[in-house]
């Protein structure tokens, strides 16, 4: 079984910066797509960013283009989101996910997921 660990997260002030971390442990897996996700308690999980082909094909949603980087480190199995220019609406838990086949960006068919990791923004 695979398993997705999230970190990175925290409490930072509006404009800030974080780097969110999503470490692949378990039985060796060959992802497809890998995808980071949010939620706010009573809102629907949101895509944030995803990766295809180990970076050939990436996706930003419209709300995080030119603030949020996605990258890949295939060696240590980690995917990282790069968080600049944070805003307090971007406060949400912060999922990664993956999945060995195609799948649309905002999928819920994804195979695996993190646990989560909070990012609080203050105003």
């Known amino acids: 079984q695979v398993q997705l660990v999230e970190s990175g997260g925290g409490l930072v002030q509006a404009g800030g910066s974080l780097r969110l971390a999503c470490a692949a442990s378990?039985?060796?897996?060959?992802?497809?797509?890998m995808a980071w996700f949010r939620q706010v308690p009573g809102k629907e999980r949101q895509i944030v960013a995803g990766?295809?082909?180990?970076?050939?094909?990436?996706y930003y949603a419209d709300f995080v283009k030119g603030r949020f980087t996605f990258s890949m480190d295939n060696d240590k199995n980690t995917t990282y989101l790069q968080m600049n220019s944070l805003k307090p609406e971007d406060t949400a838990i912060y999922y990664c996910?993956?999945?060995?086949?195609?799948?649309?960006?905002?999928?819920?068919?994804?195979?695996?997921w993190g646990q989560g990791t909070q990012v609080t923004v203050s105003s």
């Open positions: 990766i295809r082909w180990s970076g050939l094909s990436t």
């Open positions: 378990g039985r060796p897996f060959s992802t497809y797509t």
């Open positions: 996910a993956a999945t060995n086949r195609f799948v649309r960006w905002d999928s819920h068919d994804y195979q695996y």
